[in-house]
């Protein structure tokens, strides 16, 4: 079992930059693969970053590739995504969402374990 729990959303104006966090419950977070997704209003939930258990092989979306970078503390149990160069389409509820095994896993249903949520604004 893992619980995760993400922080550091908030608004922000475009061209600014956010770091969220995400901290993860049990000593088996070494073993999971890590993924961020977001849900704007009126879409679907899309993976927008993603990394292995190892933390030496990540993945990203198009819409995020070069702005934000994701990466993972496995003796802190976090994972975290830097996200620069913010744009109002970037504001979204951000979810941290962990899977078993080692590689990067790029669809949804390889994530058993999911946070609460946390809002990112930004503002034009």
């Known amino acids: 079992q893992v619980q995760l729990v993400e922080s550091g959303g908030g608004l922000v104006q475009a061209g600014g930059s956010l770091r969220l966090s995400c901290a993860a419950s049990?000593?088996?977070?070494?073993?999971?693969?890590m993924g961020w997704f977001r849900q704007a209003p009126g879409k679907e939930r899309e993976l927008i970053a993603a990394?292995?258990?190892?933390?030496?092989?990540?993945h990203y979306a198009d819409s995020v590739k070069g702005r934000f970078t994701i990466s993972k503390n496995n003796a802190k149990n976090t994972v975290y995504l830097y996200m620069n160069s913010l744009k109002p389409e970037d504001t979204a509820v951000y979810y941290c969402?962990?899977?078993?095994?080692?590689?990067?896993?790029?669809?949804?249903?390889?994530?058993?374990?999911w946070g609460q949520g946390a809002q990112v604004t930004v503002s034009s």
């Open positions: 990394i292995n258990w190892g933390g030496d092989t990540t």
């Open positions: 969402a962990a899977g078993s095994g080692s590689m990067v896993h790029t669809k949804e249903y390889e994530y058993r374990y």
């Open positions: 049990g000593r088996t977070f070494s073993t999971y693969a």
